[in-house]
């Protein structure tokens, strides 16, 4: 299994951002599937989910702006970020598999993660 992100970068605040996660080895269409984010000095936080019936959830600070999303034809998960603020300035991550029951929002029940993108949002 292999999940690879992409679309990370650089945005003014106010911007948007598409991050992908292109999974291979795993059906995405049957997993649930998570994004998170570490910024520096910090530890990994939960942002959405998917799970295998397309049912979504969000951490309150990205309410209203983020939206998760399954491209099931390509396999790919996605992450749509708008109205971005520096406090979104972090390492991102896909997360795929729940391997044990538990918050959806915590990195511990995830089997598989994807190296990371970086998106750096500037005032």
């Known amino acids: 299994v292999r999940l690879e992100e992409s679309g990370g970068g650089s945005a003014q605040a106010g911007g948007s951002l598409r991050l992908s996660c292109l999974v291979s080895g795993l059906s995405g269409r049957r997993s649930s599937m998570a994004w998170f984010r570490q910024a520096p000095g910090k530890g990994r936080e939960g942002v959405a989910y998917?799970?295998?019936?397309?049912?979504?959830g969000y951490t309150d600070s990205v309410k209203g702006r983020f939206s998760i999303s399954k491209d099931n034809a390509k396999n790919t998960l996605i992450l749509q970020m708008n109205s971005l603020n520096p406090e979104d300035t972090a390492m991102y991550f896909c997360?795929?598999?729940?391997?044990?029951?538990?918050?959806?929002?915590?990195?511990?029940?995830?089997?598989?993660w994807g190296q990371g993108t970086q998106v750096t949002v500037s005032s």
């Open positions: 997360a795929a598999e729940r391997r044990s029951l538990g918050s959806w929002f915590s990195s511990q029940v995830y089997k598989y």
């Open positions: 998917i799970d295998s019936l397309a049912s979504t």
